[in-house]
Nanobody, 123 residues
Framework: QVQPVESGGGLVQAGGSLRLSCVASGRTFSTYAMGWFRQAPGKEREFVAAITWNGGTTSYADSVKGRFTISRDNAKNTVFLQMNSLKPEDTAVYHC????????????????WGQGTQVTVSS
């Protein structure tokens, strides 16, 4: 099993950039697909991006496509979310999650979750 821990959130102006990191403990990190989800106040958790166990395939929500990039470094047990051209509507708590091998956009298919990191985008 793995235990994800997110970092890198903060306050940024609209149009700015942030890079989130998620370090997952455990010796089997390279066998897990990783996903990023976000939850804004009063809203349901929504899919942001996901990457397969070997980094070969990625997927994105339409709302972030072309602005966000997910990547991973299996040697460092880390997955990244590079967020550019941030908008106020990107404000949310961002969670990292893990599931075996293949990516999914469904939160209920992920087994392990981090506590989240707050991203706030001011207008």
């Amino acid at each position: 099993q793995v235990q994800p821990v997110e970092s890198g959130g903060g306050l940024v102006q609209a149009g700015g950039s942030l890079r989130l990191s998620c370090v997952a403990s455990g010796r089997t990190f390279s066998t897990y697909a990783m996903g990023w989800f976000r939850q804004a106040p009063g809203k349901e958790r929504e899919f942001v991006a996901a990457i397969t166990w070997n980094g070969g395939t990625t997927s994105y929500a339409d709302s972030v496509k072309g602005r966000f990039t997910i990547s991973r470094d299996n040697a460092k047990n880390t997955v990244f979310l590079q967020m550019n051209s941030l908008k106020p509507e990107d404000t949310a708590v961002y969670h990292c999650a893990a599931r075996k091998y293949y990516r999914s956009s469904r939160a209920d298919e992920y087994e392990y979750w981090g506590q989240g990191t707050q991203v706030t985008v001011s207008s």
